[in-house]
């Protein structure tokens, strides 16, 4: 066992486009077959000093060339120890919605080698990360009650506000 324990910070977004998917990302890292090629929620370190919100929006920004909205200013947050390892990761996670760009994660290929939108049960059959699963359905669930308690419009409204 390593005697040398590391502990990481790690700001992530569960991120839905207008299909109700989430992103995730899927890991390079060929050196540590724990996480090489597995799905994850997109994020990254939080630098020195760097608030979780701040680094979020960037690292997205950088995995993947897409800009994102917070829905929400505090972040959920999780704590796994991976097995037979003293590597310690936090994760605080922010439930977000997709704005714009297109998926393009060339920028950040030594740490990322694909992305793509999934389904809660795509989610649930893929090689992922501990956790990302069970992250990902809690995220679902919220991100449902989000939009269901949201006030919508329909084509009459847009009518009438432009008519006005």
């Known amino acids: 066992m390593n005697n040398n324990p590391k502990q990481y910070f790690t ?27 597995h799905w994850q929620l997109p994020g990254g370190g939080i630098d020195f000093g760097e608030h979780p919100k701040t680094s979020v929006l960037r690292e997205i920004f950088e995995e993947t060339n897409l800009k994102i909205k917070l829905l929400t200013d505090q972040p959920h947050i999780y704590s796994h120890v991976f097995q037979g390892t003293q590597v310690h990761v936090v994760l605080f996670v922010y439930l977000a919605k997709y704005v714009s760009g297109t998926i393009d994660f060339s920028q950040d290929s030594e740490e990322t080698n694909g992305a793509d939108w999934f389904t809660l049960e795509e989610v649930k059959s893929l090689k992922s990360l501990p956790e990302t699963a069970t992250i990902a359905e809690e995220f679902f669930s919220l991100f449902h009650k989000l939009n269901t308690s949201l006030p919508t419009k329909t084509v009459t409204e847009d009518y009438i506000i432009q008519k006005g």
């Open 11 to 37: 700001a992530c977004a569960a991120i839905f486009n207008d299909s109700s998917k989430i992103l995730l990302t899927r890991r390079n890292h060929p050196s540590n077959l724990q996480i090489h090629n």
